[in-house]
């Protein structure tokens, strides 16, 4: 602070020094010219003269000594104020100039804080803006209402060469040269003159003129003349000019002064000196001290003391009426305030502030009244300085400085600038001080009031004040750096904008402050576009144009200056990293295909994991992928596998996220990868991708395949593109990022960041790679050909049971061939793979029963596929089928949903290419079909064993339709396999004439459905019973001519449908995926077919035909075992030959049940009065009770054989019964009888007399083995209990006495 | 069972009570690192009716007891023993039972202020969000305890703009034995 | 109700976490980065006047030509709620500063927002507005 005190107070001494006013003959100034000066600035040099020690005593009675004291040297011509006009653009041009030495006085970047701060406070003299304020104050320089540049003497200047000397002095002082200060009377005229006869060495030696000097002594007075002799001695420029520019003080009005060589002065540099020196020791000062004590006495006189106050006081009352200007009354010399300015002011010129002091404030009471306002002022002013000076009451100091200041602002106009100055004075003082922060706040009150330019340089001060206050106050600092730049651009300081908008920049940056950080940047653009640095200004305006806070018309204007700039300089060639429209970098999709194509993208969608268990046993171990790609020409690549595979000359799909973040529409064009490409060949030095990555530029050179897309994006909107890349040769293809242009001038780019994905994320469907460097590496293969695979006809909803022929379509768009195909899919049991043949022939009827060579053995291929494969069935094409390019191979599907229900199927097709050299060995195409199954017919079974006939069962089928409009055409029945076969229950004679004659199938047709089947049509939610006899096929392995028989057709009589062939073809492949290997031979499958047309008037061949399956339904009696006697029906014997008579009968066991079962057979003896009850039961109940049908069919027989006889005749033959008697064991006992199998037991009877008998005393009782009651099976059997017995049934034996 | 609000406040009485504000902003921590975690709101709405299952299967116990209720054969009874006393002993609020389905197999829990969702406000980045569906999850589970599998879910949620809390309460089965809980669904 | 006012909640770390303008003037793009930079340049001299006083209504601390700075301090976490104005209305202000606190600190209790970071709900926005519209 005391440095920076003195500091001040140095410069206030200098600027406050006597004035000297040089009058000069042309003739002296021109041998001056000889050193390119002019008088005045040979002597400015030498002006500052330093350890003097003179005495000075002014008012008070003991000296004091002045250590050094300084003259300011003008011409006549300089001492009045230059016009305003002048005086300002003399000043722009300073600070025009300085604009570079004030970006270098920085030494460093201004952005950077540590720097500005550094050159603030290292603030010197030489500092611009000190220039700036010094001549500023200096253009103020001799004001009437100040007597401080008033010049305290005036130096004439003759040449010895000049003739007539003394008259030439006498015209020199007369008023038309004379400044208007003293000619208007501001100051008095009677001034101190020193006469000079400047005297040129060169021109000859110094006596010549001694006699000049001498007549002048006389004229003049003695001690008022001196000689000056120049140009002696000889040049020593480089001295010189270093000398000279040192001790040259700038003088207020550009003179030529040229510090160029300066020929001759050297040895008279001495010489000035003294001259000088005697002048202001002898002359200035000593009249000063005179003229100080003159004033004094008198002011004393008239003013000091209680009575000269009063008149004073009384005298100005009289003054009041006066009317008072604004500048105040007009002061005289003459006048008693003039007077009083003129003492303080040489006393303050000779440093005698305290007497300065008193009479300043014995002033601007008087000025005060007079309302003189800018005297008033300028008297403040100096109240202000001298306090300042005499370090006394800072506070009244400033209070003065700040009244001066509004005082000078009340007087406005020109006026103003004093207010500017004390401005200047006062921050000064501040910051003499340290006190910064009223420092600047000084400052930016003038800059209030000032013009443009010197507000700006006030504004910049007053930051630099802030930035050097302690705490610095950053966020002022910038603010008013800010305010100041914005003056300098109004006045086109461009440079000096820069610099400070520069330095504010970095305290606003990045502070969520976005308003003032954008007004900077767009500044900063607007001005480094305009001074040329056109990479900066695109930085700034980058930082602008996604500003989504701005109004919409601003973010307008960014975005237009911004292109408009672009436009201007770098154009498309320069790829900006532009945030315009914001691109979400960070996850961007990947879709790709490598081995694994798609046939849809819904198969594409679905997740990685489905596809698993459908491709095993399709694809070669995984190993042996790796292998083979290892093995592929590119094997030179390193880590290879870290890579993703993907196939020359196919596209992968990259789905970027661009939005928009602005409040107006933006267009973006030619929108396209970036991409890094290595060819095989070059893979191993790295600087290719370089090289490549210009090449990607233009799309023609580059080996990669970019296609550009295009779009506007409303405001605030956000899509999703898929970008794609398609590389046309093999290599390493990187893909980096995304270009586009914007709004068809600025060339944007963004690089992918792509991260892995995060811990606990849920997977997304896309197949991204596990880790993030690898998700957009792809290691390019050779050409490698992808099936296009499309199925038609499959449609979307079916209903259940219903079967359906669809066509696969297999296209090979490329050129190689492809081979080894095969198919595999989800579930094979409702899908499968037909042949060729089915194609030709038009869809239902292909099912009808015909010859089938091919199919047979298709069907053997596909058995032989079947258990080749572990899980499901792959079905693979025949070795011939090679899919030639650009050849297309379709193939037919049978569909069957069995189960309603939404079945969504994967299917992959597997295929290998022809070429042996290919980077993939194999490919696979996945497709996936979801379809939707509506429920339709269901039907159950149950077989009951017929009790009469081992080979015959009861089948009961029962059909609801469950769907809930359609209605079905019941078309056939047949029953699988070649175990079993189906009759229709018919009545006895139909099945007695014509045994399977041609001509019976209408009658009985005609039969069905009139009676088993009332209607074919069975309409929604209706159920329907069909009964049908079920027969043991006699003989296995029948010829199919024969099996036919197992198929029963239910249409109407009138149609001759043919019927549907079950045992081959998709029905029976369906068939024999539904029960999977037909184990035992006791259970049947049954197959209901139905057919229905779309509507009632549709075409035929919209007829769709439906298959239900119920498989392994087995027999499930009253009881688990039937049992027959054969016997013959009659026996003749001859019973006076032969007593009794023997017949043997065989009884037949089958156990129907599930179990095998050990069976005891007891026969019964003599009837008991209980067991002739049972007889006799055994007779009614024959008699008398309404058989069931089968048995009565069983039961007409034997009757009818023996037609003779009438039923009273039975009765007779029944009264006439005898006993017999069973001549075997009393019980025989099967220990084991297998399920469905069935054994005889062999017995005699013995009969003693002719008759009919019941040979139903018999019982049978069974033990099921291994019987569990908590069986799965809901079979009859288990709600049975293990143990059972039966009677026998009723059968009559009539044994007739033969005639001898 | 006794009239509800008796019932309710019964058991209310002896349960030592804690901040309100603690409660609120503990659970309101527990639900930001949730969001913090897993970024998908989606799993954050999962992983809160997990917890409340966690938290449903432990507090049925300490419910039961406290509450002496006879276990409650009806589902329609059930569900004004979870509004009146369940809520009201551990929420302090009370739910109203209301718009039942035909089959009686439905029925809404309607609350009017739900001191989890104090303060709460949810930000755009929150859209999706069921703040309270720990309540679900807690139902949820209580009920498995008591062998009814149910299917709780909110139907109306102040924090998106609605005029009240929903939680619509659906029967599945009413199993006789325990039914084991997977943790993936 | 003042024709100028531009309300501004500061975080600790001196960022801006909610900004409206207020005022009936309708709203100028020019005035909106003025507004700024007096607020943010105020915020100098707050930092000094904080450690003076221990009152959270610190009144007025700063003036740019006629516009006025009034700042209120929260005592918890170092926010200042600023408000630039160009009426003097001491009480007005004082009770919107009160009031306006409040909302902030149930807007802290809100677990799903983060402390320190932008204020976006439309719910507080809408309530600081009709504040202003009652005491300013």
């Excluded at chain 1, 491709?615 to 290879?640: C, F, I, N, R, Y």
């Excluded at chain 1, 029962?958 to 047949?974: A, I, K, M």
Aim: glycine share 6%.
């Amino acid at each position: 602070m005391e440095a920076a005190g003195a500091a001040l107070a140095h410069l206030m001494r200098d600027r406050f020094s006597p004035v000297v006013m040089v009058l000069s003959t042309p003739r002296a100034e021109e041998s001056c010219r000889k050193n390119h000066l002019g008088f005045v600035d040979l002597l400015r040099p030498f002006s500052v003269l330093d350890q003097i020690n003179v005495p000075v005593r002014t008012a008070s009675e003991q000296p004091y000594r002045l250590q050094d004291f300084q003259l300011r040297i003008f011409n006549a011509s300089e001492i009045r104020q230059p016009s305003p006009e002048i005086a300002e653009e003399h000043l722009v041009e300073i600070v025009t100039n300085s604009s570079d030495d004030a970006v270098g006085a920085l030494q460093g970047d201004p952005a950077n804080i540590e720097v500005v701060k550094q050159m603030a406070e290292s603030e010197t003299q030489v500092s611009w803006f000190q220039r700036y304020s010094k001549s500023f104050m200096s253009t103020l320089a001799f004001s009437e209402h100040e007597a401080l540049d008033h010049p305290v003497a005036c130096l004439l200047v003759v040449s010895s060469k000049d003739e007539s000397p003394l008259s030439q002095f006498v015209d020199l002082f007369n008023g038309n040269q004379l400044p208007r200060l003293l000619n208007e009377g501001a100051m008095d005229p009677k001034i101190l003159k020193h006469y000079v006869l400047l005297h040129d060495v060169q021109d000859g030696a110094l006596d010549g003129c001694n006699e000049i000097l001498f007549e002048m002594r006389g004229a003049f007075g003695v001690n008022n003349c001196g000689v000056l002799p120049i140009n002696s001695g000889a040049p020593d420029v480089a001295f010189q000019l270093d000398f000279w520019t040192r001790r040259s003080s700038l003088p207020i009005i550009p003179s030529s002064h040229s510090t160029s060589e300066l020929v001759c002065i050297v040895s008279s540099d001495v010489q000035i000196t003294d001259f000088l020196l005697d002048v202001t020791l002898k002359q200035v000062i000593p009249h000063m001290e005179q003229k100080i004590r003159m004033l004094n006495q008198q002011v004393s006189a008239t003013r000091k003391g209680l009575k000269n106050q009063l008149k004073n006081l009384w005298w100005r009352k009289g003054k009041d009426d006066t009317p008072d200007v604004q500048t105040g009354p007009v002061y005289t010399f003459s006048s008693m305030e003039s007077q009083i300015r003129v003492l303080a002011d040489y006393a303050f010129m000779l440093r005698d502030y305290d007497l300065a002091l008193s009479n300043y404030r014995l002033l601007s009471s008087d000025y005060k009244t007079d309302k003189a306002w800018k005297h008033y002022a300028g008297v403040q002013e100096m109240i202000g300085l001298c306090l300042f000076m005499l370090d006394q009451s800072r506070r009244e100091a400033e209070m003065c400085l700040d009244t001066a200041y509004n005082y000078y602002q009340k007087c406005g106009g020109l006026t103003a600038k004093y207010a500017t100055r004390t401005a200047l004075w006062l921050s000064e003082m501040h910051k003499a001080r340290g006190q910064f922060r009223e420092a600047a706040g000084v400052l930016f009150r003038a800059s209030v009031e000032e013009l443009d330019l010197r507000a700006g340089v006030l504004l910049e001060q007053a930051a630099y004040c802030y930035l050097r206050a302690s705490p610095p106050m950053l966020r002022k600092f910038g603010f008013h750096l800010v305010l100041a730049g914005n003056r300098y651009i109004v006045c086109a300081q461009h440079k000096h904008a820069m610099r400070v908008y520069r330095s504010a920049l970095s305290i606003f940056e990045d502070q969520g402050w976005k308003y003032i950080s954008d007004h900077v940047h767009f500044h900063l653009g607007r001005l480094s576009h305009f001074l040329g640095s056109f990479d900066l200004a695109i930085l700034h305006f980058m930082k602008l144009i996604s500003c989504s806070h701005q109004s919409p018309t601003n973010q307008s204007n960014f975005l237009r200056e911004f292109l408009y700039v672009v436009q201007n300089t770098v154009g498309k060639d320069k790829l900006l990293e532009l945030d315009l429209p914001a691109v979400k970098v960070e996850n961007v999709c990947v879709h790709f295909e490598d081995h694994r194509t798609y046939a849809s993208s819904a198969a594409a969608a679905a997740p990685e994991e489905i596809w698993g268990p459908v491709e095993e046993g399709l694809l070669p171990a995984v190993t042996v992928t790796l292998h083979t790609w290892m093995d592929a020409p590119s094997k030179s690549l390193p880590q290879v596998k870290d890579f993703n595979i993907c196939v020359a000359g196919e596209d992968i799909g990259v789905d970027v996220e661009f939005s928009n973040p602005l409040q107006i529409p933006i267009d973006i064009s030619s929108i396209c990868l970036s991409c890094e490409f290595i060819e095989t060949a070059a893979a191993s030095e790295e600087i290719d991708s370089q090289i490549s990555k210009e090449e990607t530029a233009d799309i023609s050179a580059s080996p990669l395949f970019l296609p550009q897309e295009a779009f506007s994006l409303k405001p605030e909107e956000k899509i999703v593109v898929r970008l794609m890349v398609k590389p046309l040769k093999e290599g390493v293809l990187k893909v980096v990022g995304v270009n586009w242009i914007l709004s068809g001038v600025a060339a944007g780019h963004r690089d992918f960041a792509v991260l892995g994905p995060r811990i606990k994320r849920s997977k997304s469907g896309a197949r991204d790679e596990p880790l993030p460097h690898q998700r957009l590496k792809f290691h390019v293969l050779r050409h490698m050909p992808r099936l296009d695979v499309s199925v038609h006809e499959l449609p979307a909803r079916v209903n259940s049971g219903e079967l359906h022929r669809v066509v696969l379509e297999l296209y090979n768009p490329s050129k190689v061939p492809v081979k080894k195909l095969k198919l595999k899919s989800s579930h094979s049991n409702s899908l499968l793979v037909g042949d060729p043949a089915d194609l030709d022939m038009e869809f239902p009827s292909c099912l009808e029963v015909q010859a089938q060579e091919g199919q047979q053995e298709v069907h053997n291929a596909e058995s032989f596929e079947q258990d080749s494969s572990p899980s499901g069935l792959v079905f693979s094409f025949p070795e011939g089928t090679v899919l030639e390019g650009g050849s297309t191979v379709l193939w037919p599907l049978w569909f069957h949903a069995s189960h309603a229900g939404m079945l969504s199927i994967n299917t992959v097709i597997y295929y290998e290419s022809d070429g042996a050299t290919v980077g993939l060995m194999y490919r696979t195409v996945r497709m996936t079909h979801t379809i939707q199954v509506l429920p339709a017919l269901c039907i159950s079974v149950q077989i009951s064993p017929s009790p009469m006939h081992l080979q015959q069962f009861f089948l009961r089928l029962d059909v609801e339709n469950q769907h809930l409009t359609e209605s079905f055409w019941l078309r056939q029945v047949s029953c699988a396999g070649d175990h079993w076969c189906l009759a229709p229950l018919l009545p006895p004679m139909v099945e007695q004439e014509g045994m399977g004659g041609t001509d019976t199938a209408e009658v009985r047709a005609a039969f069905l459905s009139a009676s088993v089947c009332p209607s074919q049509l069975l309409p929604p939610s209706q159920t329907l019973s069909l009964f049908f006899k079920l027969l043991v096929a006699q003989h296995k392995g029948r010829s199919s001519s024969e099996e036919v028989t197992s198929n029963i057709g239910l249409g109407p009589p009138s149609s001759s449908e043919p019927l549907i062939d079950i045992s081959s073809g998709p029905l029976f492949r369906f068939l024999l995926s539904a029960t999977n290997p037909m184990s035992d031979s006791g259970s049947v499958d049954v197959v209901l077919i139905s057919e229905q047309q779309e509507g009632m008037g549709t075409v035929q061949d919209s007829l769709r035909v439906g298959a239900h399956h119920v498989c392994h339904c087995s027999v499930q009696g009253a009881q688990p075992f039937v049992w027959v006697m054969e016997a013959p029906k009659c026996v003749v014997h001859d019973f006076w030959t032969q007593p009794f008579c023997e017949v043997s009968v065989t009884l037949t066991i089958r156990n129907c049940s599930i179990f095998a079962a050990s069976v005891r057979v007891e026969t019964l003896d003599l009837p008991s009065a209980a067991s002739s009850q049972t007889t006799q039961g055994g007779w009614t109940s024959l008699g008398v009770s309404t058989p069931p049908s089968g048995e009565s069919s069983k039961a007409e027989p034997p009757r009818k054989s023996t037609s003779g006889v009438p039923n009273t005749e039975v009765m007779v033959n029944r009264a006439s019964c005898g006993p017999f008697l069973w001549c075997n064991l009393q019980a025989s006992t099967i220990h084991t009888l297998p399920a469905g199998a069935s054994a005889k037991v062999p017995l005699r009877i013995a009969f003693f007399a002719p008759g009919s008998y019941d040979l139903s005393r018999y019982r049978i009782s069974w033990t099921l083995l291994e019987f569990e009651p908590t069986s799965s099976l809901s079979t009859a059997a288990t709600s049975k209990e293990a143990l059972g017995t039966g009677l026998g049934h009723p059968l009559l034996l009539t044994v007739v006495q033969s005639i001898t | 069972m006794a009239p509800p609000t008796r019932a309710g406040d019964y058991p209310f009485a002896p349960v030592d009570r804690v901040n309100a504000e603690l409660f609120t902003l503990t659970y309101g921590a527990i639900v930001r690192q949730l969001l913090t975690d897993f970024e998908e709101v989606e799993e954050v709405n999962k992983q809160l009716d997990t917890m409340g299952y966690n938290i449903g299967v432990r507090l049925i116990d300490d419910f039961l007891a406290k509450s002496n209720i006879t276990r409650c054969s009806e589902f329609k009874d059930t569900a004004e023993v979870i509004a009146k006393v369940g809520f009201k002993m551990f929420l302090g609020v009370s739910a109203t039972v209301s718009n039942w389905s035909a089959d009686g197999s439905e029925c809404s829990l309607i609350l009017d202020d739900n001191p989890l969702a104090d303060f709460v406000e949810l930000p755009d980045t929150c859209q999706g969000l069921f703040y309270c569906n720990i309540l679900c999850g807690v139902i949820r589970g209580a009920l498995e305890m008591v062998s009814m599998r149910t299917e709780v879910k909110f139907v109306k949620d102040m924090l998106r703009g609605d005029d009240a809390f929903e939680i619509r309460l659906k029967l599945l089965e009413q199993v006789a034995e325990e039914y084991p809980y997977k943790d993936d669904e | 109700m003042a024709s100028t006012a531009c309300f501004v909640i500061v975080s600790r770390n001196d960022c801006p976490i909610y900004e409206s303008e207020v005022g009936t003037a309708p709203k100028k793009d020019e005035a909106a980065h003025l507004h700024q930079f007096i607020l943010h340049a105020s915020l100098d001299i707050v930092q000094d006047v904080v450690w003076t006083t221990n009152a959270m209504y610190l009144k007025l601390v700063d003036k740019f030509n006629d516009l006025l700075v009034s700042v209120y301090v929260t005592a918890d976490t170092h926010t200042r709620l600023m408000l630039l104005h160009d009426s003097r209305n001491e009480d007005g202000i004082k009770n919107f500063f009160q009031e306006v606190h409040e909302l902030y600190i149930k807007m802290l209790l809100n677990p799903l927002y983060v402390p320190g970071s932008r204020i976006t709900s439309p719910f507080f926005d809408t309530r600081v507005r009709t504040l202003a519209r009652k005491y300013l």
